[in-house]
């Protein structure tokens, strides 16, 4: 325990600019993000894919902007939750930290279930095998975070970089046989579809926040993590925007893009079309990298902020997280429907994030002259929580009761922070009286 323990200290000031971009791009895993999240973008808004990929990297840009704002002066490994500390009375601030959690936790086991339940029998493997990874691949991550951060970092950045080349590589080779076309940008489904899809696709890149909680290890802290965070934004967005406008222009027409989001994976039909079986085998095999790295990310977040909500020690929250991550996917092991669990957890870790990102960005005026921010600059703030409260209604208006699970879960994560709100308030009780 000794080992693990100097392993998984929180050294300040310890980790380069680089290893700081390389968190928030690799959770944001743009090649992933196109085969489990795009997806969903191409099934809700169809052939507006396009519009709807461009206004969901636009809408998340005004959170991209609270978030830029808030971690240049607030940095420390409690990332969103020491946010909204300084927001909000400490009862409010611990439930919106539990809302975070969950998000990152059901994102956890939503990823790792969409590896499983998804791309492995793209791989071909036998049908038996996707429950005994639902497992291992935890096992297998809990394994690898235990060894400490910088490990998972180096290896996060290279490939996450080689995805983005992947990504354009197959983007040009698709335009250059297709040629131009404005179909991708040409309104064809309805307002409440292409917002829902604007949502999906808002998601796909949500993962950048991840640097918030690198925040006391970051050199520089708040300058470097804010900044990575953009850069990681700005390269992951474009990747995004990319993929949905070339994927539009292979599927040709609003039957052909259904087809292909229904493959539960069109970037790889269409790399075996354009680019050949052997491409699209090492596209593959970099997606499960993609996620792989997207995992780590995440993980390295959640561990944090579950040191920062239950303030005890690193290596105690790391293996808090991977006994619950673990746990939680082997009894969907047992219950197998793994596409249908992928589909819960996704859908509650949406939801809790996009309240959570809400919250905090009407917050952002509360404390705009700790930031140095005029009325007018903490604006977004508002225009944020707005179209991020209209986006899940548009959801909801698409997917119906399946959006019920999300706020089940966010009912839940409530409780949570309730309890320990209630709990800390007894303990402060009984520490006065004695």
């Not at 290279?158 to 131009?180: D, K, M, Q």
Request: aromatic fraction near 10%.
């Amino acid at each position: 325990m000794a080992s693990l323990s100097k392993r998984l200290k929180i050294r300040e000031s310890s980790l380069p600019a680089y290893l700081v971009f390389s968190q928030s791009l690799a959770a944001i895993a743009p090649l992933s993000s196109t085969a489990a999240y795009l997806t969903a973008t191409l099934l809700l808004a169809g052939t507006s894919s396009g519009i709807a990929s461009i206004l969901g990297v636009l809408m998340y840009s005004l959170w991209v902007y609270v978030g830029y704002q808030l971690s240049r002066f607030f940095p420390s490994e409690g990332g969103t939750y020491t946010f909204s500390r300084h927001m909000y009375p400490e009862r409010v601030a611990t439930i919106l930290g539990w809302m975070y959690w969950g998000s990152y936790m059901f994102y956890l086991i939503s990823t790792s279930t969409y590896a499983t339940g998804v791309l492995l029998p793209l791989l071909g493997a036998p049908i038996s095998i996707d429950r005994l990874m639902e497992v291992v691949l935890p096992s297998a991550i809990v394994l690898l975070m235990i060894t400490g951060i910088r490990p998972p970092l180096y290896y996060s950045l290279v490939t996450s970089l080689v995805e983005i080349a992947v990504i354009v590589v197959l983007g040009i080779t698709v335009i250059a046989h297709r040629g131009l076309s404005l179909v991708p940008l040409t309104p064809s489904a309805g307002l409440s579809q292409v917002l829902s899809g604007a949502m999906a696709t808002s998601f796909s890149i949500a993962g950048g926040g991840a640097a918030f909680f690198l925040g006391k290890e970051a050199r520089g802290k708040g300058k470097t993590v804010s900044k990575s965070y953009l850069l990681a934004f700005l390269l992951a967005s474009g990747a995004i925007v990319f993929s949905s406008i070339y994927l539009v222009t292979a599927g040709g027409s609003t039957q052909g893009v259904e087809n292909l989001a229904n493959t539960g994976f069109p970037g790889l039909t269409v790399a075996n079309q354009y680019m050949g079986e052997s491409f699209a085998s090492a596209m593959l095999l970099l997606t499960v990298n993609s996620l792989i790295g997207s995992l780590i990310a995440a993980y390295v977040a959640l561990s944090r902020l579950t040191f920062s909500l239950l303030r005890t020690d690193l290596p105690k929250s790391t293996l808090i997280v991977g006994s619950l991550f673990l746990g939680i996917n082997g009894v969907i092991a047992g219950l197998g429907n793994l596409v249908q669990w992928y589909q819960y957890f996704f859908l509650g870790s949406l939801t809790a994030l996009f309240i959570t990102h809400a919250s905090l960005s009407l917050g952002l005026p509360k404390i705009r002259n700790k930031l140095a921010l005029s009325l007018l600059k903490s604006f977004p703030g508002i225009l944020s929580a707005l179209l991020m409260m209209v986006g899940l209604y548009s959801i909801y208006l698409e997917v119906g009761e399946e959006l019920v699970v999300g706020i089940l879960a966010c009912i839940v994560l409530v409780m949570v922070g309730v309890i320990q709100g209630l709990i800390s308030r007894r303990g402060e009780g009984k520490s006065n009286i004695s």
